[in-house]
């Protein structure tokens, strides 16, 4: 078989990280689409690219598997997969930890103004007293997806002393924490963590100017899951007390987005971008790949085919 593999990283290392003496690895020549296009009816695999820049829009004929090294599957139709009877896999759970730990860690660093209070002490002002940071104990906080990342995301808030309770697109019996509607979770948490994957239900689902007055929103999720006109709005009129967002329509962030001069707290994309999650996604894509090549079922199918991938006909 033929595995064409997409992420950004020298063809030596995907050689390493992905190869198999029964597989035959392929790169493009450049990262464009179109080579990317022309590859796809010469091979029997693809390993995605988790930037999403090289897309799979139609398998073509001969793909018969498609493995998204991460949780989110942006990057792949899977509509047009199953349409194509091509299973769809991705790496769930393998980034929950270290997408849930950036939640929290960008909620501190709202709450204590710790990136306020670097700048301050970098210029030579010493504000000890006249920042006003706030306690997370005791805050309500609403998580928005219950997926792994949510359950870990809602965990960890919980030990940190805070009701919390979420909502999701479906109600989930083993959920650490209560069910929400969503309405009444944005408009009373005190903290809306967002991670939910983006779909035609999720995008634009979160209407920053209906959540609580001086409600922190932090976005670990997709940022078409926010509408970006209003969380300008919410942030230049101070309905907001802070929000911090790691997602973007469009990444890299543009120069001249207004959502660089808001007082939004920035983050390139890289709440599960640590060096644990990396390894648990190489180990969960080269499994399934070898699943494949064993002929045995693959696990974490996302669009809806059965786990035993078979030669197209």
Request: hydrophobic share 45%; charged share 20%; with cysteine.
């Amino acid at each position: 078989m033929r595995l064409l593999a997409l992420p950004p990283l020298p063809a030596e290392l995907l050689e390493q990280l992905f190869g198999d003496p029964r597989m035959e690895l392929v790169v493009p020549a450049h990262r464009t689409q179109e080579a990317v296009d022309a590859l796809l009816p010469e091979v029997d695999l693809v390993l995605g690219d988790w930037t999403s820049q090289l897309r799979v829009n139609d398998p073509g004929p001969r793909v018969r598997f498609v493995q998204q090294p991460s949780a989110g599957v942006d990057g792949i139709d899977t509509d047009a997969c199953a349409a194509r009877g091509v299973p769809v896999s991705n790496c769930a759970g393998a980034n929950a930890t270290s997408v849930a730990e950036w939640c929290v860690s960008a909620t501190f660093a709202l709450l204590r103004k710790t990136v306020e209070a670097h700048a301050a002490v970098v210029r030579g002002d010493w504000p000890q007293t006249s920042l006003g940071g706030r306690e997370l104990h005791g805050l309500q906080v609403g998580v928005v997806g219950m997926g792994a990342i949510g359950s870990t995301t809602a965990g960890l808030f919980t030990a940190l002393g805070c009701p919390t309770r979420y909502w999701s697109r479906s109600q989930h019996l083993d959920a650490p924490v209560p069910y929400a509607a969503l309405d009444d979770l944005v408009a009373t948490s005190d903290v809306l963590v967002l991670v939910i994957a983006l779909g035609a239900q999720t995008r634009g689902l979160i209407d920053p100017r209906k959540m609580k007055q001086g409600a922190l929103l932090v976005n670990g999720a997709r940022g078409e899951v926010v509408d970006d006109a209003a969380l300008l709005e919410a942030l230049e009129s101070g309905h907001l007390g802070g929000a911090a967002s790691d997602v973007f329509a469009q990444e890299p962030l543009p120069l001249d987005s207004p959502l660089r001069s808001t007082g939004l707290l920035l983050s390139p994309h890289m709440a599960g971008s640590t060096v644990e999650a990396a390894m648990r996604i190489v180990a969960l894509a080269k499994e399934n790949l070898t699943r494949v090549l064993d002929g045995t079922p693959v696990k974490h199918v996302v669009n809806g085919m059965p786990p035993v991938v078979t030669t197209r006909s």
